[in-house]
């Protein structure tokens, strides 16, 4: 493991060459990115742009880019940096001369890893309460760990067929989305207590660049059969890439600076979606 968003940190890949990387540890924490733009776009963004770029200079066979259902519309600086490092992929599959298969796979909340509210709800249910939601109407798309993993390796299988080259994002239909509120009762009640008696759920209100509903297409990418049962796929907007190197390049000035305004202005000239009131 290396810092990606750092060149001189990578020389290693050169010379090992990588065969079939993937990418994703990265930030994904919503709740501390609106504090830090910067962060969010230098991990998520800058990095990966990076690194796509390199792994075609190198020739790999695949590469896939884990993104998030909140890149969508997005309304928060995680959800537009991960939009924007989408647009990298597709900006590099299409580049003159690649070779490299790109492709990004979008999650919904995976169900006991590390950010989900799972442990969350479980280490307050142990201590007695409260547990805390932030709206009583949020609902959320949920996925097991198993299903993550099935859905790379099969978009990655699938993408490597001739069948649809043109397709870059894969999606897991995840069935209904689930009220959170009803999440935490139904926890409090499997630990043999009942919610408002034994244990108290406390509403602590909506975070910035929080939304009630997530959603796994934009209106302007509508959902593209695959062939594949439970996955689907979308064919959003595509960047030239001249187009995103300028936007790349003034993020990387801005950030240099620390200059917000600017971080978000270009934010918004490259995701026009980005809820004005995002944070």
Same mark, same amino acid.
């Given at each position: ?44 963004t ?152 034994? $244990? ?7 975070? !910035?660049?929080?939304? #009630?509903?997530?959603? @796994?297409? +934009?209106? *302007? %990418? ?8 439970? $996955?689907?796929a ?5 960047? !030239?890439?001249q187009? #995103?190197?300028?936007? @790349?390049? +003034?993020? *990387? %000035? ?7 305004s600017? $971080?978000r ?6 995701? !026009? ?7």
């Amino acid at each position: 493991m290396v810092e990606a968003t750092e060149a001189r940190h990578l020389v290693g890949l050169q010379l090992r060459r990588p065969h079939e990387p993937g990418l994703g540890a990265q930030v994904r924490e919503a709740e501390r990115l609106p504090r830090q733009p910067a962060e969010a776009l230098k991990n998520n963004t800058l990095a990966t742009a990076l690194l796509t770029r390199l792994a075609s200079e190198l020739g790999v066979a695949w590469f896939v880019f884990i993104s998030t259902d909140k890149a969508i519309n997005p309304t928060s600086v995680m959800g537009c940096s991960k939009r924007l490092a989408e647009m990298a992929l597709q900006a590099q599959q299409a580049a003159p001369g690649n070779r490299t298969r790109f492709l990004a796979v979008r999650f919904g909340n995976v169900l006991g890893s590390s950010g989900s509210v799972i442990p969350v709800f479980r280490r307050q249910i142990a201590q007695g309460g409260p547990v805390t939601v932030t709206h009583p109407d949020m609902v959320r798309y949920f996925m097991t760990i198993r299903e993550a993993c099935d859905l790379v390796l099969t978009a990655a299988t699938h993408a490597l067929t001739p069948a649809r080259p043109d397709v870059s994002v894969y999606v897991l239909n995840m069935g209904q989305p689930v009220k959170i509120v009803e999440l935490a009762e139904r926890m409090i009640r499997l630990s043999g207590l009942e919610p408002g008696i034994d $244990i108290e759920v406390v509403f602590t209100g909506m975070r !910035p660049g929080e939304r #009630l509903n997530e959603i @796994l297409f +934009a209106s *302007e %990418e509508p959902a593209v059969e695959i062939g594949v049962a439970g $996955i689907m796929a979308a064919k959003p907007n595509e960047p !030239p890439m001249q187009t #995103l190197c300028k936007w @790349l390049a +003034a993020l *990387e %000035e801005a950030i240099a600076r620390d200059d917000r305004s600017t $971080i978000r202005a270009v934010l918004k000239d490259a995701v !026009p979606e980005f809820g004005s009131n995002a944070a």
